[in-house]
């Protein structure tokens, strides 16, 4: 798989990390609260709203859900193609 053109990442772990927090403190929610209604850690809510790239994806998703956070995933043109 090639990928000629390819850019940086619309989203890098630090934007994700910096939303969560903003939209957390917006809402009057603590991490201790959130990581209580989202099933997780809160090591993990501090290490996610740290830019943590290694953060466990299927738990970011459940934070991000919790918090009301969309995420939109856009294929390239050129795999949306069929022949």
């Not at 957390?24 to 991490?31: E, H, I, N, S, Y």
């Not at 953060?55 to 069929?82: C, D, F, N, S």
């Amino acid at each position: 798989m090639h990928l000629d053109g390819m850019k940086a990442m619309k989203y890098t772990p630090q934007d994700i990390g910096r939303t969560v927090r903003e939209t957390r403190k917006a809402l009057g929610v603590t991490q201790k609260m959130l990581a209580l209604t989202s099933g997780t850690g809160l090591r993990f809510i501090i290490e996610l709203e740290r830019g943590k790239a290694t953060a466990e994806i299927g738990k970011v998703l459940t934070i991000l859900q919790t918090l009301g956070i969309q995420l939109t995933l856009t294929p390239p043109p050129a795999a949306t193609k069929r022949g």
